[in-house]
């Protein structure tokens, strides 16, 4: 690993560390949103609704916010982000206040924005690496969700009735405070701002740069891992609740979820460096396949927990792997265009699967709504396999 000097290195630090802050904010929110829906909304089956509206905003902004950032600069664009999300979270926390459905959701979208723009801190981090230290650079900046593995639940337990008697106002204050923080360590970023020249150099067309086997593996792997794991994850607490547990059970699970997902960032950067990519992608959707198979084996709390896990620890091996592979697939005048398509097409999936899992789940039970997952992994499998048996060399 390059010295701390580096400026690389230090952007990386300080991007961990505003990574770890908007995912503490992100997992309290998943902690509690859909329980919120579930008091808010008319009906139950909208209880997921709030959060669907969250990613289908991500979903909207990742492509205007990686075109923001290419004018600003990231640093100007984070901050911004982080406005977004104060205000959402506030908004969040009064409607939760004064009973109103509609704005919560509102509230929820602007969250939502805000986390369109929190994505990017991983491609931040790998503009500035060499090639040899990418993998890492984007490992390590995930790596920070570890703080928000352990402090999102705890805030989310804590907070909850913070302003008791109402239930779940509390937690969104703590996210808006949260997420304030991070503008200090934003303002020690340096990113180059582009170039007036390297603005107006746009590269290939989309249209070609979407054709090339690495992308379509690239963004594939992703797409399911994210998808996957929001359809599992938002309709867990839900499942947890109408088998009896209680919303400390939930967090809990929701809290050894995020360490499964964050934790292994540590090292799935040097895994990908020794075995190689698309490895390590198939091991991760082996890990979905095995949390399936636990959830379906019954509902002891011991099955949440330990399912949870292993669909942290898949989602970050796809993630990561899609992440990585997806870098290697554009020229640097490309970067803004092919980063915002590709998580514009990954929170696609998340919005899709956020907005279909409380209704499957309400409608079909949690049994189908873990087998509906498995054709997908099966894709993402078959396609792993296809691209590792053609060995086609990188397009740039």
Known sequence: MPSVRDPAVRNVILLAICQALAMTGMTMNMTVTALTGNELAPDPAWATLPL??????????????????????RRLGFATGVLIGMVGATTAALSIINGNFVTFCLGSMLIGSFQGFA????????????ESFRPRAISLVLAGGVL?????????????????????????????????ISLIFLFFVKIPTPSAAERARSGRPISEIVRQPVFIVAILGAMVGYGSMTFLMSATPLAMIGCGFHFEDAAFVIQWHAVGMFLPSFFTGSLIQRY?????????????????????????????????VLLGVGWNFLFIGGTTLLTQA???????????????????????????????????????????????????????????????????
């Not at 593995?149 to 204050?173: M, N, R, T």
């Not at 198979?293 to 399912?307: H, P, R, Y």
């Open 52 to 73: 669907s509206l969250q990613f289908m905003s991500t979903m909207l902004t990742t492509m205007p916010a990686s075109l923001y950032m290419r004018r600003v600069g």
């Open 119 to 130: 994505v990017l801190y991983r491609y931040a981090a790998a503009d500035t690496a060499s």
């Open 148 to 180: 928000a593995a352990l402090s999102g639940p705890e805030l989310a337990k804590w907070s909850h009735d913070l302003l008791a008697p109402i239930p779940f106002a509390g937690s969104f204050v703590v996210i808006a405070i949260v997420q304030s």
């Open 330 to 396: 554009y020229r640097p005048e490309e970067r803004a265009k092919v980063q915002g398509l590709g998580d514009f097409l990954v929170f696609t999936s998340s919005t899709v699967a956020a907005f279909s899992s409380g209704a499957l789940n309400h409608a079909f039970g949690w049994q189908a709504v873990n087998l509906g997952v498995v054709p997908l992994v099966a894709i993402v499998t078959g396609a792993l396999l296809w691209y590792r048996s053609r060995q086609v060399p990188v397009t740039a």
């Open 276 to 308: 190689g990519v698309t490895r390590i992608m198939l091991i991760g959707a082996a890990a979905y396949l095995a949390c399936i198979a636990i959830n379906v084996s019954g509902v002891e709390l011991m099955q949440f927990f330990s399912a949870l």
